[in-house]
């Protein structure tokens, strides 16, 4: 061992230098580990909230998009309602995205200044949603010590809108489906005979079958059991599903289910059912379609619903010859949203209850 003049060790005094070096190595590994776990759950806590900001701002869009089908919108006016979403949640976030097709194919970015189609009556919407991304950068705390001062954090989803999928028979808050089932072509012939949705009343008789008149606006219909018995004919069904709080009030009916048609009179005079209870009210009704109509021995037939539609009850005439139903079909522009239940995947035209949702 080597001394120095003053008799210290001169090796120990070396050993001691090292151990300080080390230490601080140590510690800094320490220090950025810790850091390194700490704002990485930070940058997670951040993303959560990118992803709320997210979700938000694109069920608001589609929500946008739902409650105005009936006039062109603006891209700003759709970006307004996205905004104070993504302020809310994520504040000086940046706001991007697009509009999307029903197959969820983009058409227009976000902020193009893109004006949105009205949906024409009947028609199936060009746009039906929006996909959204946000984000903004995220401060580092302990990071900063090795030269990383801040995270990017984004988040994206997706909200779309367009003809509700399902519906309950007899919702708390709504109209309910009744078991009257009209051929899809109809409806649209009753809007181009008045030029668009109107209150010009149609008489419709039993057959679905009937030709469509625009000179007596008059057409065919039947009532069914729907998909409650599984092809049944039992008219003690038809008449709970007419009788409101029935026991099948709870039940759902999807577009594409299997529908029963039932043909000719009926033991019960469904008609005075419709009197008594629905009269002066908006219903929903299956609609089927022309096709399925002809080729399935209808009325007396099984197929799948292909739309839901509004109609509105003026009368229901169970004493004359025919019996008859007069009516007209109701805009969905001016019937309230159904938020919650899925819009049909397949592009489906716009003819009765609208929902939105978010499907990121």
């Given amino acids: 061992m080597r001394w120095d003049k003053r008799g210290g060790a001169l090796e120990a005094h070396g050993q001691a230098g090292q151990a300080i070096v080390i230490f601080a ?50 891209d700003a006016a759709v970006i307004a309602a996205m905004t104070p979403y993504v302020s809310a949640n994520l504040p000086g976030a940046g706001l991007s995205g697009w509009y999307l097709d029903a197959a969820g194919n983009p058409i227009a970015p976000l902020g193009s200044g893109y004006v949105i189609p009205a949906v024409a009556p009947g028609g199936v919407p060009s746009v039906s949603g929006v996909q959204v991304s946000v984000g903004r950068s995220s401060p580092t705390f302990f990071m900063r010590v090795v030269g990383l001062g801040q995270v990017a954090v984004q988040a994206s989803a997706t909200g779309r809108y367009g003809a509700s999928s399902r519906l309950v028979y007899q919702p708390a ?26 209150t010009v009343p149609f008489t419709f008789s039993l057959d679905i079958t009937n030709s469509f008149s625009c000179s007596d606006k008059a057409a065919g219909f039947n009532w069914g059991t729907l998909n409650i018995c599984g092809g049944c004919n039992a008219d003690s069904v038809t008449k709970d599903l007419l009788t ?117």
């Avoid at 419709?274 to 009210?281: D, K, P, R």
């Fill in 25 to 74: 190595l140590v510690l800094l590994t320490i220090i950025a580990g810790t850091g390194l776990v700490l704002d990485t759950g930070y940058a997670f806590y951040q993303r959560r909230i990118a992803q709320n900001a997210a979700d938000a701002a694109a069920l608001a869009g589609a929500k946008y998009l739902a409650e105005h089908t009936g006039s062109a919108v603006p």
């Fill in 173 to 198: 808050n709504g109209p309910p489906i009744l078991p009257m089932i009209f051929d899809a072509s109809t409806l649209s012939q009753s809007l181009a005979c008045t030029g668009g949705y109107s």
């Fill in 244 to 360: 409101p709080n029935g026991p099948y009030a709870d039940q759902t009916l999807d577009l594409s289910e299997n529908i029963q048609i039932s043909g000719g009179q009926r033991a019960v005079n469904f008609f005075d059912y419709v009197s008594q209870y629905w009269v002066g009210q908006t219903v929903i009704v299956p609609l089927v379609s022309h096709a399925d109509v002809l080729n399935n021995g209808c009325p007396n037939c099984s197929v799948p619903v292909q739309e839901f539609a509004y109609f509105h009850i003026i009368s229901a005439d169970g004493k004359g010859s025919p019996k008859t139903l007069t009516g007209y079909w109701v805009d969905p522009a001016t019937m309230p949203t159904l938020p919650g239940t899925s819009p049909a995947t397949n592009p489906t035209p716009i003819t009765g209850p609208v929902t939105f949702s978010l499907t990121r």
